[in-house]
């Protein structure tokens, strides 16, 4: 059997990452995301931690454009414009990631706990069903 699981650079897990990010701004849980890609939601924090970690590195041509750029007074210079990186510290980031993680489960977990209390009132209308027939 051959291995058939994807294989993702590092330049295409930064560009998923982005998109969830800019997904989960506009109100987007990382499950949703992830379903995107056909991706498991683990596989997007354990990503994000990497980048966190700084162990995600783009190629060198990733983050920087080759284009002209006005300065003052008209002058045109020529070079790589960099693109500004977070200013988050690390340890912020790994709080972020871990506070939307615990979000995700929270949501999950009320999802569980609408079925269950879905599933006990009709038990409980089952019961009074019953004890109407027995009575009946």
Do not use: C
Request: hydrophobic share 40%.
């Amino acid at each position: 059997m051959t291995d058939t699981r994807r294989r993702f650079t590092d330049d295409e897990k930064l560009k998923i990452l982005e998109e969830a990010d800019k997904a989960q701004k506009e109100g987007k849980s990382i499950p949703e995301v992830a379903e995107m890609y056909s991706l498991y939601t683990s596989a997007i924090y354990e990503w994000r931690r990497a980048r966190a970690a700084g162990k995600l590195k783009p190629t060198k041509t990733n983050g920087v454009k080759e284009e002209k750029t006005k300065a003052i007074g008209d002058a045109v210079t020529e070079g790589p414009v960099p693109v500004a990186t977070p200013s988050q510290t690390v340890r912020e980031e790994m709080l972020l990631l871990r506070v939307q993680e615990l979000e995700d489960a929270l949501s999950i977990a009320m999802k569980k706990a609408e079925r269950a209390e879905t599933l006990l009132r009709l038990h409980k209308q089952v019961a009074e069903l019953e004890a109407e027939m027995m009575a009946g």
